[in-house]
């Protein structure tokens, strides 16, 4: 199997492209008409890791592939993060911290990682990465029928293997949920990021695609499903195991990394050491962290994490929710403190926007409440299509008091920012103009 390649067990038609939105529903909602969240065929397939405890001789599949657990001593404070959480840079969210979007000015193209916003589900898990194995099985393995091993391979082997290198944006589905609430007077639930749940790195790892060729991936393999080593994600007193989603094989092939590096330091324990899944341009959660195995099947795979969760719910979608959330949407942020007290007289408003569809190609300010626009200047025009662009506005404000500050951006597809963003239940994908409060004094 080679990137590019369309067979996979269906007509090339449908399954050319399963990165595309509108073909990756068509083509999954003819899989399963109805599945609705936590199903019985969702359970079956839940329980389908059941399969691979009885591979590895173990009574467990979960416990027979988790790494060494973190010495309690070393657990970190009461978010489970452990890198420091200076309040200059982060705003705390539960078990996850947000990155102040003025932390960004004067940085270049990368985000750091000091400043790297955090999401998890449970506490950062501590893993040696010499006892580590990532573990590949299942049905779309050639000559992985049940009851044989999964193919391991090790941190060393990994390492061993052609590097690749890509600066992609990883960035929350819920990123900007605040904004439902607070800008369009909307309920919904989940972490309320205002901007910061988005950050660039370079990645370095190995080609997904080719490990999966390594593993034996035969052209009858639709879905992979991969799994982190964190701790069983418990939602209201159900335990729902631990984090996985599924992925398309056509995606897994096309630019996905198994990175070992960011920003050309090891990953640190909060973004998933020793090795994350980097998923260009989708949602956040694609990008498992701590990776421990991945289930590679001839079928369509599901967990809660595409079926009750990152898939839109509400008045207009259907009961089940849409199909899975796949690519992310055109964002623009001011790197400015929120509700930042800014100088009268002559200044630079810098700024940043980003699109899971691809380049930016245009960004514009209104400083009227959205009533005029300017362009804004644009630094990056070949900025790479997984990136942000950086962009500046001259500014001198009429008056001095409270100021509303509004960018938005197009990205190459012709997407660009509306005025509101369409609601659904669980806030995902805001994507609207975001007012962003200023005093000018
Ligand atoms: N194993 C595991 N992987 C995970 C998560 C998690 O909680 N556990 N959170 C996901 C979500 S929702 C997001 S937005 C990204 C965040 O990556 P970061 O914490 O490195 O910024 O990781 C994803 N991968
Ligand atoms: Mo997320």
Redesign the pocket.
Request: charged share 25%; hydrophobic share 40%.
């Given at each position: 199997m080679r990137p590019g390649d369309t067979a996979h067990g269906c007509p090339p038609d449908p399954c050319d492209d399963l990165t595309d939105e509108t073909t990756y529903e068509r083509v999954r909602s003819a899989q399963a008409p109805s599945v609705p969240p936590l199903s019985r065929r969702g359970m079956l397939r839940l329980s389908a890791g059941a399969g691979l405890g009885a591979a590895l001789g173990t009574a467990a599949a979960p416990q027979a592939l988790a790494a060494p657990a973190a010495p309690q001593g070393l657990a970190a404070p009461a978010t489970g993060i452990v890198k420091p959480l200076p309040p200059e840079l982060f705003i705390p969210q539960g078990t996850?911290a947000e990155m102040r979007w003025e932390a960004m000015r004067g940085q270049g193209d990368l985000t750091p990682v000091d400043r790297?916003?955090?999401?998890?589900?449970?506490a950062t898990p501590r893993i040696d990465a010499r006892t580590w194995r990532l573990k590949l099985w299942g049905t779309g393995l050639h000559g992985s029928p049940p009851e044989s091993r999964p193919v391991e391979f090790s941190y060393e082997d990994l390492l061993g293997m052609r590097a690749e290198t890509i600066t992609s944006f990883?960035?929350?589905?819920?990123n900007g949920r605040n904004f439902y609430a607070t800008q369009q007077g909307q309920e919904v639930s989940g972490t309320p990021w205002r901007l910061g749940?988005v950050?660039v790195a370079r990645w370095r790892g190995v080609r997904l695609s080719a490990v999966l060729e390594r593993a034996g991936l035969t052209p009858r393999a639709v879905d992979i499903l991969p799994?982190?080593?964190?701790a069983d994600?418990v939602d209201k007193g159900e335990d729902l195991g631990?984090?996985?989603r599924p992925l398309p094989v056509a995606k897994a092939l096309k630019d996905v990394l198994l990175a070992y590096e960011m920003n050309g330091a090891p990953l640190p324990p909060?973004?998933?050491f020793p090795v994350?899944?980097v998923v260009p341009s989708w949602?956040?959660?694609?990008?498992?962290?701590?990776?421990g195995d991945i289930q590679v099947a001839d079928e369509p795979l599901f967990s809660p994490w595409n079926t009750r969760y990152y898939r839109l719910f509400g008045p207009g979608y259907p009961p089940e929710g849409t199909a899975p959330l796949t690519r992310m949407n055109v964002k623009s942020a001011f790197e400015l403190p929120w509700e930042a007290a800014l100088p009268a007289g002559h200044q630079i408003l810098h700024g940043r926007s980003w699109s899971g569809n691809g380049r930016v190609r245009r960004v514009e300010v209104s400083v009227d409440g959205g009533a005029t626009w300017r362009p804004a200047r644009v630094r990056d025009h070949h900025a790479n299509p997984r990136g942000w662009v950086r962009w500046e506005f001259p500014w001198r404000p009429d008056a001095p008091g409270p100021h509303e500050l509004l960018a938005r951006a197009t990205d190459e597809t012709g997407a660009s920012q509306p005025s509101t963003a369409p609601y659904n239940t669980l806030g995902y994908l805001f994507g609207a103009v975001v007012r962003h409060p200023v005093t000018v004094s």
């Open positions: 996850n790297f916003f955090v999401r998890n589900h449970v990883i960035e929350c589905t819920g749940g950050g799994r982190g080593l964190d994600f631990r984090v996985r909060d973004h998933g994350r899944l949602v956040g959660i694609a990008n498992i962290k701590w990776l």
